[in-house]
Nanobody, 122 residues
Framework: VQLQASGGGLVQAGGSLRLACAAP????????RSWFRQAPGKEREFVAS????????YYADSVKGRFTISRDNAKNTVYLQMNSLKPEDTAVYFC????????????????WGQGTQVTVSS
């Protein structure tokens, strides 16, 4: 199963972007979903996750208060609203699906999207 991420782009510092991650049909609809990011030369890092019902969500400290994860189960799509963007948010953003909403490592998620580039200029 391939997740499809979209919504990346170039934005100035302080701006906003909304990423979307769609799963085909009804697949993975009961899974937790998450966003990770990977900057050049760095490890892939956890950004946010949300439970299948949307009642639980978790964030990395670096994005708390600025990013919001949400999901629309009717569309089988998860979103990441990113506000007050900083140059250090520049990375390729990946969406993932897995059984544990508290998972924060790559090994916690078995399904991944192809990534979407977010570039924040200063």
């Amino acid at each position: 199963v391939q997740l499809q991420a979209s919504g990346g782009g170039l934005v100035q510092a302080g701006g906003s972007l909304r990423l979307a991650c769609a799963a085909p049909g009804r697949t993975l609809s009961s899974n937790a979903r998450s966003w990770f990011r990977q900057a050049p030369g760095k490890e892939r890092e956890f950004v946010a996750s949300i439970s299948w019902s949307g009642s639980q969500s978790y964030y990395a400290d670096s994005v708390k208060g600025r990013f919001t994860i949400s999901r629309d189960n009717a569309k089988n799509t998860v979103y990441l609203q990113m506000n007050s963007l900083k140059p250090e948010d520049t990375a390729v953003y990946f969406c993932a699906a897995g059984p544990k909403v508290r998972g924060t490592t790559r090994n916690d998620y078995g399904y991944w999207g192809q990534g979407t580039q977010v570039t924040v200029s200063s």
